[in-house]
């Protein structure tokens, strides 16, 4: 999915009674349904303009909200649930699954790729594993047969625990007992011309080493930063160095030119009382800034001169998942399509008393049929490093990685 650049810089948002600039930037957005309050979909299109969204990430293929999103020129990514893995062996079942929820809603609403199953290779399942590469070459062979597939591609989303090693990023490689299985998915990236799609979370390793992870670091706030001892490359925020580290570990399989995108990256809002981070403040820091350095069109130390295309997660704090108070307040927007916080880009400062404009207040209170629930649990996280002086850090951005993914039954 190569998804075209988006542009406003000559447009303006209207947010709380102010002109403001939109965003000069790609910028995508998660949009998770684990709620019972969430407002409609026709609701939710200001709130995706408002913040200068053009690309939407869902995690199936809600037909109320790709209906609502027609005609609006936003680019989806449409999921295909973990539980359908094994069902797309079947050329007919695709070919049904790809006719009601894709072609069903083209050209209208833009769907320019599918992500097929979420952080599988780290469920440590050998039949979800070997059901993956199947269902992703028959969902893009439907896509051919009906003469999509240069419209839509085919793809699927990483967890950063794919990973064995990350420090420093230019050592960056995937975990060997994985190797197996994930070349013949980077060689179907590379054959269908899609993505390579990672999960990245700064927030988990700051959770996990607070002492000894500087908190500007993680948030993208000025710091003297680390230099990566082999290239002499300066990295200035933990996102930065991950996203160097997968580079390297593609590099080392012979996949140099793959793109890469992240499919989710955020900040929780509130936590527990282990959950050290996960404030306001923070959240505002992480997600301004963030878009922020989109908008400058700034690349990482590696890849200086490619653009960031960066999904945040969320859309919406999401008050049925499970877990962690962190895992309910991910949201840019409370379910009453308030901030969850000020923004703080662009000059944008929202009260959170405010209604965007353009948002009825109506709620939607029952929990769509068709939303999967297949990303149940955000990413947690450990980090390690071998000093505390920051000056001296030796960073790892998720050297080792475990887990805690989706907490539901697969089917």
Known sequence: MELSKFCCSSLVFLISGIVLPAVVAAVGINYGQIANNLPSPDDVVPLVRSIGASRVKLYDADPRVLRAFANTGV???????NEYLSKMRDPDKALAWVKA??????PETNITCITVGNEILTFNDTSLNDNLLPAMQGVHAVLVNLGLDKQVSVTTAHSLAILETSYPPSAGAFRQDLIECITPIL?????????????AYPFFAYKANPKQVPIDFVLFQ???GVVDPDTNLHYDNML???IDAVYSALASLGFKKLPVQIS???WPSKGDEDE???????AKKYNGNLIKLMSQKRGTPMRPNSDLNIYVFALFNENMKPGPTSERNYG???PDGTPAYPLGFSGIEVSSNTTTPGYSGNVNVTQPATSSTGYLSISSATVKFSSTDFSNIRLLCHAHLSYLIHRRKII
């Open 75 to 81: 680019e989806f990514i449409v999921g295909l649930g």
């Open 101 to 106: 929820n894709v072609q069903a809603y083209l």
């Open 187 to 199: 060689n179907f990236n590379v054959k269908t011309g899609s993505p390579f799609l990672i999960n």
């Open 222 to 224: 000025p710091n003297q």
């Open 240 to 242: 930065f160095a991950q």
């Open 264 to 266: 989710e990256t955020g």
């Open 276 to 282: 050290t981070g996960a404030t306001i403040e923070n």
């Open 332 to 334: 840019l927007f409370k």
